[in-house]
């Protein structure tokens, strides 16, 4: 087709499109800074006693780490769960053993199930806390370990 036949538009509306497109590339740009700040940039929740409805004690601690366990396959009994803890740290969530071969190599046992750092972020059940003190974090990853070596929590009579 000759070039006389083609419609064209004025120049004038080059300069507008261009402005146009630059404009929307701003805004394109502008957007993820102004969705990082906002509420849809939420932080994923974590199971804690008083979320979950449970007290915060050791019947507690226990219940909610049997609830998130339930909900992730984790084998494991109220009674397995409580005469571990009481042999271990006697119930004190912010237990640590500074002595033992684990402390002498520099990774110290920690909280209710005395986890040491390396099984704790090995085990580590999705949900729950990244602290080794937390009980429910605790409970969970130290079930969790129980369960891939010992078949279940309720396996242990002793130390792990």
């Not at 237990?95 to 684990?102: E, L, V």
Request: hydrophobic content about 40%; overall charge positive; aromatic content about 8%.
């Amino acid at each position: 087709m000759p070039a006389t036949g083609q419609h064209r538009r004025p120049r004038s509306n080059r300069l507008a499109r261009k402005l146009a497109v630059t404009g929307t590339g701003a805004a394109v740009l502008a957007l993820p800074l102004i969705g990082a700040n906002s509420a849809s940039a939420a932080t994923p929740t974590v199971a804690n006693v008083k979320s979950m409805g449970y007290a915060d004690n050791l019947d507690g601690w226990i219940r909610g780490a049997l609830q998130v366990m339930k909900q992730n396959g984790i084998p494991g009994t109220y009674n397995g769960i409580y005469r571990n803890i009481i042999r271990e740290s006697s119930g004190d969530p912010a237990a640590i053993n500074n002595w033992d071969s684990n402390a002498v190599a520099g990774t110290p046992s920690k909280g209710l199930l005395q986890v040491i750092d390396p099984t704790f972020l090995a085990y580590h059940v999705p949900g729950t806390a990244m602290n080794p003190f937390d009980p429910i974090a605790n409970i969970t990853a130290a079930c969790k370990y129980a369960a891939a070596r010992y078949g279940s929590i309720d396996n242990v009579f002793g130390a792990y």
